[in-house]
T-cell receptor
């Protein structure tokens, strides 16, 4: 069975601080995809990134960056110079190769104070 | 394109009542999913469908039924609502072409069962 663990339930930072959200996953598949989604206070789910298990290159998109390490089964997400608009719940997820459904972590609530 | 839409957005039911949640997508996706989101638990898969006329159980299927009579629609039914079914329900769809494809989510339905 697959599992995604986001041990940080809630993080509070002050604007302009850097913050890293941790994600640890378990799967027996040798090929898999990992995702990060953002859920702002309005409630919708916003896709941020997809990473496949063959690509361990780190990715940077503006203030966002992702560190994927197969050796530790982690896919961590860093926000640089956080802003109030980054306040949201962030979910890490792993896709199931059979059903193609997502297994979600429990989410990390990020609060960025002005 | 509207993407994935859900009807209704909010609903309050009394214990024992029944209702149907409608999900529609206009992206010609083969795969469709129903998830529920409860506080502190992330999203969990209820049922899913890999194509018109097919449905299958996810992690938490008890108390729900689904139907996929048309490719673009995926219905979630509650025959006899219980307070434990109070939750936010998300529908999603994805393309069959790449099993690691992004899932597109609807805006959610907030259901309260009294």
């Amino acid at each position: 069975a697959q599992k995604v663990t986001q041990a940080q339930t809630e993080i509070s930072v002050v604007e302009k601080e850097d913050v890293t959200l941790d994600c640890v996953y378990e799967t027996r598949d040798t090929t898999y995809y990992l995702f990060w989604y953002k859920q702002p206070p309005s409630g919708e789910l916003v896709f941020l990134i997809r990473r496949n298990s063959f690509d361990e290159q780190n990715e940077i998109s503006g203030r966002y960056s992702w560190n994927f390490q197969k050796s530790t089964s982690s896919f961590n997400f860093t926000i640089t110079a956080s802003q109030v608009v980054d306040s949201a719940v962030y979910f890490c997820a792993l896709v199931d190769t059979g059903r193609r459904a997502l297994t979600f972590g429990s989410g990390t609530r990020l609060q960025v104070q002005p | 394109n509207a993407g994935v839409t859900q009807t209704p957005k909010f609903r309050v039911l009394k214990t024992g009542q029944s209702m149907t949640l409608l999900c529609a997508q206009d992206m010609n996706h083969e795969y469709m999913y129903w998830y529920r989101q409860d506080p502190g638990m992330g999203l969990r898969l209820i049922h899913y469908s890999v194509g018109e006329g097919t449905t299958a159980k996810g992690e938490v299927p008890d108390g729900y039924n689904v139907s996929r009579l048309k490719k673009q629609n995926f219905l979630l039914g509650l025959e006899s609502a219980a307070p434990s079914q109070t939750s936010v329900y998300f529908c999603a769809s994805s393309s069959h072409r790449d099993w690691g494809n992004e899932q597109f989510f609807g805006p959610g339905t907030r259901l309260t069962v009294l």
